[in-house]
């Protein structure tokens, strides 16, 4: 446990936190997490994980600039779904990043977990792209990863920022429920006849 590990995970808490109530003020701590992340993965031969933070911070920068630009009357994000072929697209994305990921991590670094690691990444790549264009289904995969960082930095030590997947994990649910739930009752009714 380091002191750059307990920053990023509290920061990354109140980024989530916002997320969930669809504030745009959610990226500037996203931005810092995932600053602090990249020394705390790199520091555990987690090397996917390190890279992943500099992938999620340009996403930072690109979901603040898309959701200042898709806000509803109140000023928060406006959630959407994907469509089915959209679903498949992305799931199949997923796929084709794990297993390169994971056969290159496995067959050139020292990374201790190369293809939860690579899973998680995928996972992770996609879930992130789909929340900064504000797609409902980003809850779902981000429920998927927590579940399984969780067991991966326990085994690693990795104390607070498995408390902090834990909390991530609860605030997906979360964040799923809220975003749906302001999806359907932004939904206009179809009249009847």
Do not use: C
């Amino acid at each position: 446990m380091s002191v750059t590990e307990i920053i990023a995970a509290l920061l990354g808490v109140a980024n989530i936190a916002l997320l969930v109530r669809r504030s745009i003020w959610n990226y500037p701590f996203g931005m810092a997490s995932v600053a602090f992340y990249v020394v705390v993965f790199h520091d555990s031969l987690l090397y996917s994980d390190a890279a992943l933070q500099v992938f999620f911070f340009v996403m930072q920068v690109y979901g603040w600039w898309n959701w200042y630009h898709a806000r509803d009357t109140e000023g928060l994000a406006k959630p959407e779904l994907l469509t089915n072929g959209g679903r498949l697209l992305w799931m199949g994305a997923a796929l084709a990043i794990t297993v390169a990921e994971g056969w290159y991590l496995k067959h050139y670094t020292n990374d201790s977990a190369p293809w939860m690691d690579a899973n998680t990444t995928a996972l992770s790549v996609v879930a992130q792209y789909l929340l900064s264009v504000r797609k409902i289904e980003n809850w779902a995969l981000w429920i998927i990863t927590d579940v399984v960082q969780i067991g991966l930095y326990a085994w690693k030590g990795l104390y607070p920022t498995t408390a902090l997947y834990v909390i991530y994990l609860v605030m997906s649910v979360l964040g799923l429920i809220e975003w749906r739930r302001h999806l359907v009752a932004a939904t206009p009714r179809e009249a009847t006849a």
